[in-house]
């Protein structure tokens, strides 16, 4: 009889423990996708494993002007190239949209699929291809756009402004007054057409530490 008592007060041990750590894994993976939600703006984590320095973004046959951007991220001092740093980029199509394919995972549901990754190499260099975007139909004057963000190792994923367009009428100088996080450099490039007619462009950028 003690023999039976005890084995049952076992099993009910073990099930309240077995209880106890399946809920708090379901709290842990509530809390998480919690704050992705939240962090609409987020990106750098969800990066692919076989990153590399430079990405090509749209899908053959995405309509509109070729457009590469490059650059070197550098560490605080200004000069020492910075390796190993994630740079996440995604921007409208050229109607302005951040078009969908409807199968879309993580903050591609808000971002669609013009966007991409990088990770800077030995040099902190980064380099994308893509197209240039449009600016938003129903946000007035806002100037056409690519959103970056960044992280690194002791540089958790912060926001830069966007790079803008130095031929974009839009760019006020109201707008120029209200950039908050330039990189370091200006967030507004110059584009110049190469021999094959495709844009280029280039930012650099200087890491920051944010709280």
Same mark, same amino acid.
């Given at each position: 009889?003690?023999?039976?008592?005890?084995?049952? @007060?076992? =099993?009910?041990?073990?099930?309240?423990?077995?209880?106890?750590?399946?809920?708090?894994?379901?709290?842990?993976?509530?809390?998480? +996708?919690?704050?992705?939600?939240?962090?609409?703006?987020?990106?750098? +984590?969800?990066?692919?494993?076989?990153?590399?320095? #430079?990405?090509?973004?749209? $899908?053959?046959?995405?309509?509109?002007?070729?457009?590469?951007?490059?650059?070197?991220?550098? =560490? $605080?001092?200004?000069?020492?190239?910075?390796?190993?740093?994630?740079?996440?980029?995604?921007?409208?199509?050229?109607?302005? =949209?951040? $078009?969908?394919?409807?199968?879309?995972?993580?903050?591609?549901?808000?971002?669609?699929? @013009?966007?991409?990754?990088?990770?800077?190499? +030995?040099?902190?260099?980064?380099? *994308?291809?893509?197209?240039?975007?449009?600016?938003?139909? +129903?946000?007035?004057?806002? $100037?056409?756009?690519?959103?970056?963000?960044?992280?690194?190792?002791?540089?958790?994923?912060?926001?830069?402004?966007?790079?803008? *367009?130095?031929?974009?009428?839009?760019?006020?100088?109201?707008?120029?007054? #209200?950039?908050?996080?330039?990189?370091?450099?200006?967030?507004?490039?110059? @584009?110049?057409?190469?021999?094959?007619?495709? =844009?280029?462009?280039?930012?650099?950028?200087?890491?920051?530490?944010?709280?």
């Amino acid at each position: 009889m003690i023999m039976k008592k005890t084995l049952f @007060l076992c =099993l009910i041990s073990l099930y309240a423990i077995f209880f106890a750590c399946s809920q708090t894994e379901n709290n842990t993976n509530s809390i998480i +996708s919690t704050n992705q939600e939240k962090c609409n703006w987020c990106g750098t +984590s969800e990066a692919p494993q076989n990153v590399t320095w #430079n990405t090509v973004i749209p $899908p053959k046959g995405e309509a509109g002007e070729k457009l590469i951007i490059s650059g070197t991220v550098y =560490l $605080p001092d200004r000069k020492t190239p910075a390796k190993d740093i994630i740079v996440y980029v995604h921007h409208t199509n050229i109607k302005g =949209l951040y $078009p969908k394919k409807g199968n879309e995972k993580g903050n591609g549901k808000y971002h669609g699929y @013009l966007r991409g990754w990088m990770k800077t190499d +030995s040099n902190g260099k980064y380099k *994308f291809e893509t197209i240039r975007p449009a600016p938003y139909h +129903s946000h007035g004057g806002e $100037p056409a756009h690519i959103h970056y963000n960044i992280q690194g190792t002791d540089y958790p994923e912060y926001w830069l402004t966007a790079t803008w *367009f130095a031929d974009d009428p839009r760019i006020t100088n109201e707008y120029k007054k #209200n950039v908050k996080r330039s990189g370091g450099f200006s967030n507004i490039i110059v @584009l110049t057409k190469d021999e094959n007619n495709v =844009l280029r462009g280039e930012r650099n950028i200087v890491l920051e530490k944010f709280k």
